[in-house]
């Protein structure tokens, strides 16, 4: 009888109340069939009298009652910084998490590192200390900016010693590429689960709605979100509603800030909704009522929240910031020059004026067939069992 292997996937962020990292989870839940999950990220810990009953300590939550999550902390030093010292650290962790599985009688086969910082530092240390194999999927933008050299030296074992590098897109690859890592690289795009995600339930508004999903940041340009809608706002149409969700999705308090900020546009016409946060399920709720999804950021990986819109049929409208053009196509919506807000205001004018016109079913179906459950599993079970076998 075949029992299934047990994969330790590390992340780089997770946050189970914040909903940071859910996609580690949901990604967890999707391949949960075929092989068992723990969760963890590693939190450091400054080293303290006050945190002292904290340090190498695990918590433990659960994830729709079959994925484990676990936040395990150690200590942080600031004087000591040698490979020595943090080795030992490493070591002790490690040994607390394997007797924390003991009980279990969790054995860990596969592990892998979402994001190269910090979890393929971990899962290289990991792979050292016990031969488990180990591959990494690269979510974030790829920089170099404020990495000590301590970790630039270790980057070519990470990627050598790993089975498989994977990316979200091709445009991780270029990045990898611009700091000088050119090795092989295997583009697994991303998922979103279509069971929550779809157009099974699409309403209409009395309005004509806008709609954006995101944290507010420099890197996702949202101002230039604000300056389209001014554009339109200054023609007097009616019935305009837009509305930001997740403006503290980073865990930073931002409504003072963006409430100034919109109020600072002194818009006359158009409606507006700022959220603060919001659940998967009343993201969709909005989605499914909305006409129009726009995405103004200067540099993306892959560009999850653009994706779920389409799973919920709503056009995208959305700048050049990598990724979204392996998914964005003449079909489902528009790619605009980056910082270029009279090309966002021009295309949703197009469609508040049906000039462009769309279909709501089709667009779902077809996001749904190349991003969705079945798809994801069909590229990462065959990954993983070549990881462990090889």
């Not at 009343?282 to 200067?298: R, Y």
Request: with cysteine; proline share 2%.
């Amino acid at each position: 009888m075949n029992t299934k292997k047990n994969v330790l996937m590390i992340c780089s962020w997770l946050d189970y109340e914040l909903g940071l990292g859910s996609f580690f989870m949901e990604q967890a839940l999707i391949l949960s069939d075929d092989f068992n999950f723990v969760l963890i990220n590693f939190r450091p810990v400054k080293f303290k009298i006050e945190n002292y009953k904290k340090i190498f300590k695990i918590e433990k939550n659960t994830y729709k009652e079959k994925i484990t999550i676990l936040y395990l902390y150690y200590p942080s030093f600031k004087i000591f910084k040698n490979n020595y010292f943090l080795k030992i650290i490493e070591k002790k962790a490690f040994r607390i998490l394997h007797q924390y599985l003991k009980k279990d009688k969790i054995n860990i086969d596969l592990l892998h590192a979402q994001s190269v910082f910090d979890a393929a530092f971990w899962a290289l240390s990991y792979h050292e200390e016990y031969k488990t194999p180990y591959l990494l999927t690269e979510h974030n933008q790829f920089t170099l900016r404020n990495v000590s050299k301590q970790k630039i030296k270790k980057l070519d074992a990470v990627l050598k010693k790993s089975k498989f590098n994977l990316v979200v897109s091709n445009d991780v690859v270029r990045q990898f590429a611009t700091n000088y890592f050119f090795g092989d690289f295997v583009n697994v795009g991303n998922t979103v689960d279509e069971k929550l995600f779809n157009n099974c339930n699409r309403t209409k508004s009395e309005y004509f709605e806008i709609i954006t999903v995101g944290a507010y940041a420099p890197i996702k340009n949202q101002i230039k979100t604000l300056k389209a809608l001014k554009i339109i706002d200054s023609l007097n149409y009616e019935k305009i509603k837009f509305t930001w969700i997740g403006i503290n999705a980073w865990g930073t308090d931002c409504m003072e800030e963006v409430n100034n900020l919109i109020l600072s546009f002194q818009f006359k016409n158009i409606q507006i909704e700022v959220v603060e946060t919001a659940s998967k399920e009343e993201i969709v709720l909005a989605l499914q009522k909305s006409d129009v999804f726009v995405f103004t950021s200067l540099c993306e990986t892959f560009g999850v929240s653009p994706l779920e819109a389409l799973f919920t049929g709503v056009p995208v409208i959305t700048t050049q910031s990598g990724g979204v053009n392996e998914f964005i196509t003449k079909e489902n919506g528009i790619i605009v020059p980056v910082k270029d807000f009279k090309a966002i205001a021009e295309n949703i004018l197009k469609i508040l004026n049906k000039e462009l016109q769309f279909n709501h079913d089709l667009i779902s179906k077809n996001a749904i067939s190349r991003f969705g459950v079945k798809a994801f599993k069909e590229k990462m079970i065959p990954l993983y069992n070549k990881t462990i076998t090889l």
